[in-house]
């Protein structure tokens, strides 16, 4: 059964490369914009790895993240961050909160490692 | 695919005939049996009827002579005058006459025979060889008060006996048959007495057994009061009625014949005879004289045997039949099949992917030889398609690949220009979002880059300031002489040395040539550590 991954993003763009670029690597992905509609997927149909942008139309990514961990404990999730943020400021200060990060600068296949370090295959 | 031995055709195909055989030939069998059962039976019928007829008719025959005799001698002695001797004589005349008679007898009416003679009657029987003579006006018999001497008369015509056995004349079973004659007397006919003749039974016998019949055929003979005359055992003749018989044997159907004659009527029927134990058929006639009939008889089973025989032969003959076609069969299909069992062989090889299989040229022109030229056809065909099928899956695997890779590709390209979009975006939004003046120029001090806040405050055109020089629009007031020539100087200098300059008072002309106190830092920009330009940063000094 393919592993399913959640992405949160408000960009339509980053929401079809990576959904249409996971589903061809064996994952089964849904992607949503807001963390509303997160909220109402994971209560349906909880995934396996959550991938979230850190600034999200009606939320910040990271608080969305906390609110799913309730629901979610042993769900990795992972946050996509922009230039905005700096990586090594995340990595120094988010690493306790989520399971990695992803810039969304990085190569698709940079991004495809480190999704199968969590969850597998 | 090895095929089993109960689906081979061939014996699928034998295994039919014999399952329709073993239906087929007990049905026809059966069917032929009950036809020929009928034909025979009637056949047996008909002729039983025509031995009946032809009993009868001898019967009739005999009785119609004796009748016509004695009729006649009773028409012969009326109004004739005679003497005891002429009577004698005319007696012993018709025994001579009339072998078949054994007795024969002139009996008078009182005074018939003359006025002297009360009663007289001259009777003779045959004794072997000779004629015995007796006198029946004797004290011992007195033939006037016979009953056949009264009914006669009382009849008036020709009366037949029922037969008896003649104790003390003939000795033997006989019946009598009698007739009036009379005078004229007067001008009236008046009786004169009576002639009668008896006929020995035995003749009956001989007549029936004259007639041949079947094996099994047997005949009865019965008298008006149903006396037994003939009878194929000989204890119920003459000692059984047909009605006593049917009573004592449980055949009521022998009670049913009787009355049937007695109302004289013909036909025949089949029963159970307990007599016989066995099926019997019998033909009944009544005889016209006498009142008497016959019964024709055969047991149907010397018949059926016939069709018993003829059923054997006719199972052995569809037995043969079925034999001669199963092995014709046998035969036609092994050599019409082997063929085909050869390419159902070359058809399951084909199946498995073996193409190269050999298939023998056929050098018949039949059906199977155009299945096997097709099976050539097909052969080929399908190695053609195995090497078209080989090269279009290696293409289409190709093709495949190549479309994976693309839209890998394609994927990766779009992923790669998103993120470089995004920098961009992000980028030129740090730039824009900075409320100070940001000039980026090149090392020769041409503008290349603004942000809207120098377009803002100035009011130049962005299109005027890019690749414009600097010193055009900024000036540094320690530039004593104001010189414009020079006031790029220190700049060019810092720049060419790398150093910044941090918050340097500087004016800024705008588009209507206002010049406009700021403060104005510059640092060098450099790609791997080396100068290719620079960017400033000038503020507006506050009034």
Redesign the interface.
């Given at each position: 059964m393919k592993k399913h991954i959640l992405i949160v993003d408000d960009e339509p763009?980053?929401r079809e490369?990576?959904g249409?670029?996971l589903g061809?690597s064996g994952y089964r992905v849904s992607a949503v914009p807001t963390a509303v509609e997160a909220q109402r997927l994971v209560a349906k149909d909880p995934p396996q790895l959550v991938i979230s942008d850190l600034q999200l139309e009606d939320s910040d990514g990271l608080d969305m993240i906390n609110q799913l961990k309730a629901t979610l404990p042993d769900t990795p999730m992972v946050l996509l961050t922009?230039?905005?943020i700096d990586a090594k400021v995340v990595r120094e200060t988010l690493s306790g909160k989520v399971a990695g990060y992803l810039q969304?600068?990085?190569?698709?296949?940079k991004i495809l490692d480190e999704i199968r370090l969590l969850i597998g295959p | 695919m090895r095929v089993s031995f109960l689906d081979r055709l061939p014996v699928r195909l034998a295994g039919a005939i014999l399952l329709l055989g073993f239906i087929a030939v007990p049905l026809v069998s059966e069917l032929k049996r009950r036809a020929a059962e009928r034909i025979v039976l009637q056949q047996a019928e008909v002729q039983s009827a025509t031995a009946t007829i032809a009993v009868v008719e001898g019967l009739q025959d005999v009785l119609r002579s004796v009748e016509t005799t004695v009729r006649y001698l009773a028409r012969d002695l009326e109004d004739r005058e005679l003497s005891p001797a002429e009577v004698d004589r005319i007696t012993r005349n018709v025994m001579a006459g009339t072998p078949n008679f054994c007795e024969f007898s002139i009996s008078f009416e009182p005074r018939a025979l003359g006025p002297d003679i009360e009663r007289f009657g001259h009777y003779l029987y045959r004794n072997g060889s000779r004629l015995v003579e007796r006198d029946l006006a004797a004290p011992g018999y007195r033939y006037w008060t016979r009953d056949w001497y009264n009914d006669t008369l009382g009849r008036g015509g020709l009366t037949w006996s029922e037969p008896f056995f003649d104790q003390g004349g003939a000795n033997a079973n006989v019946v009598r048959i009698s007739a009036p004659f009379y005078r004229n007397v007067g001008g009236r006919r008046v009786v004169a007495g009576v002639v009668a003749a008896g006929l020995e039974l035995g003749w009956v016998q001989q007549l029936t057994e004259e007639n041949e019949f079947f094996d099994t055929g047997y005949v009865l003979v019965f008298s008006r009061d149903g006396r037994l005359i003939v009878h194929p055992n000989p204890k119920y003749v003459f000692t059984e009625t047909m009605d006593s018989l049917a009573q004592k044997t449980s055949t009521p159907e022998l009670a049913q014949i009787y009355q049937r004659v007695l109302a004289k009527r013909q036909g025949s029927i089949s029963y159970l005879s307990n007599t016989f134990h066995a099926r019997i058929h019998e033909n009944y006639k009544p005889v016209e004289i006498g009142g008497w009939g016959v019964i024709v008889g055969y047991k149907e089973s010397e018949f059926l045997r016939q069709v018993s025989a003829f059923r054997w032969i006719t199972q052995v003959s569809l037995g043969a039949t079925l034999v001669l076609l199963l092995a014709i069969v046998l035969l036609t299909t092994r050599f019409a099949l082997r063929p085909l069992e050869r390419l159902a062989t070359v058809s399951q090889e084909i199946a498995r992917g073996n193409l190269d299989c050999e298939i023998v040229p056929p050098r018949r022109n039949d059906e199977i030889g155009h299945l096997t030229r097709s099976f050539l056809l097909m052969q080929e065909t399908l190695k053609k398609n195995r090497l078209l099928e080989a090269a279009v899956r290696e293409r289409t695997a190709e093709v495949a690949a190549a479309n994976t890779k693309l839209t890998s590709e394609n994927l990766e390209r779009r992923w790669a220009n998103q993120a470089l979009e995004h920098q961009l975006r992000y980028d030129q939004l740090i730039i824009n979002s900075i409320a100070d003046l940001v000039f980026v120029f090149t090392k020769a001090m041409n503008i290349s880059r603004v942000n809207p806040a120098v377009v803002h405050l100035t009011g130049w055109e962005l299109q005027e300031l890019i690749n414009s020089p600097l010193s055009r629009i900024v000036r540094l007031q320690e530039d004593p002489l104001g010189a414009r020539s020079k006031i790029a100087d220190p700049l060019a200098q810092a720049l060419a040395e790398g150093r910044d300059l941090r918050d340097k008072p500087a004016t800024i002309e705008d588009r209507n040539g206002r010049r406009i106190p700021v403060r104005f830092t510059m640092f060098p920009l450099r790609d791997r550590d080396k100068v290719v330009g620079g960017i400033a940063v000038i503020q507006e000094i506050p009034t």
């Open positions: 763009e980053i490369l990576l249409q670029f061809g922009g230039v905005f969304k600068t990085a190569p698709l296949g | -």
